[in-house]
């Protein structure tokens, strides 16, 4: 198929390159600047363009753009072609079958390349495969061992947990036993201990009452004794001071009298002596006067 395909292109591209006959015109030099398709000749030409570059692409092989623009203006413009029609079948006929050869070998080695990519993929694939397929056999195996010595473990370590929780509750009972044990012991000494603290109190209490009813009463009766001492000093102290008034009455009266007496014995002795003294002189009157 790809034969009869490169043959039809080359008969085609010879078809193409036959001289037609026409009436040769003066073919206008391409403008510089951009095309404008404002014009029917102009989209004429750009549609037969579109033509022939469609049928340049089917042809699968690769153009230069500048020489087929070359060619095809030399060859619109009436100038002598490059090449003859000969010279232009060989090279066409040449060169597509060389690109064809080179395609078909660049095809063949893709399709080796893709067929041994192909290959190589599927024993990369079954590698793989078998790779994953051990992996996962293998992991199987791990997780499967891991299990059975994490559930050996967990049964290993909930026994040592309901062990220890056994023996941490028997000495929690152990320990509750004792401390109640301890607790009536202490409750019991302390309770004996407060009834002793109690007894002493109540005795300390009454000794301390009686020692205070002792000390009240020998307060009381050394008071009394005081007071009966007091009142008895008092008594002889104004037995005394009685005593003492009366006899400093009685010796004030003495001298009382004393003095009265005195008073009246100088009273008596002036008296007689003024009356002796008048007497005398009553007595010298009478003499002179003889």
Do not use: N, W
């Not at 012991?185 to 004996?192: F, G, R």
Request: net charge neutral; with cysteine.
């Amino acid at each position: 198929m790809k034969k009869i395909f490169i043959m039809a292109c080359v008969a085609m591209l010879a078809a193409c390159s036959q001289p037609a006959e026409q009436k040769k015109a003066p073919v206008a030099p391409p403008p510089v600047q951009a095309i404008s398709l404002d014009s029917d000749q102009a989209r004429f030409s750009y549609a037969i363009g579109m033509d022939i570059s469609t049928s340049v692409a089917q042809l699968g092989v690769e153009i230069d753009s500048k020489v087929l623009a070359l060619a095809i203006a030399d060859h619109l413009a009436g100038k002598e072609s490059k090449l003859t029609q000969d010279e232009a079948a060989t090279i066409k006929q040449e060169y597509l079958i060389d690109q064809a050869i080179k395609r078909a070998a660049a095809e063949k080695a893709a399709a080796e390349k893709a067929e041994a990519e192909r290959i190589a993929a599927e024993k990369a694939a079954a590698e793989k495969a078998a790779a994953e397929k051990a992996a996962a056999e293998k992991a199987a195996a791990e997780k499967a061992a891991a299990e059975k010595a994490a559930a050996e473990k967990a049964a290993a370590e909930k026994a040592a947990a309901e062990k220890a929780a056994a023996e941490k509750a028997a000495a929690e009972k152990a320990a509750a036993e004792k401390a109640a044990v301890e607790k009536a012991v202490a409750e019991k000494a302390a309770a004996e201990k407060a009834a002793a603290e109690k007894a002493a109190a109540e005795k300390a209490a009454a000794e301390k009452a009686a020692a205070e009813k002792a000390a009240a009463e020998k307060a009381a009766a050394e008071k009394a004794a005081a007071e009966k001492a007091a009142a008895e000093k008092a008594a002889a102290e104004k037995a005394a001071a009685e005593k003492a008034a009366a006899e400093k009455a009685a010796a004030e009266k003495a001298a009382a009298e004393k003095a009265a007496a005195e008073k009246a014995a100088a009273e008596k002795a002036a008296a007689e002596k003024a009356a002796a003294e008048k007497a005398a002189a009553e007595k010298a009157v009478p003499a002179a006067g003889k």
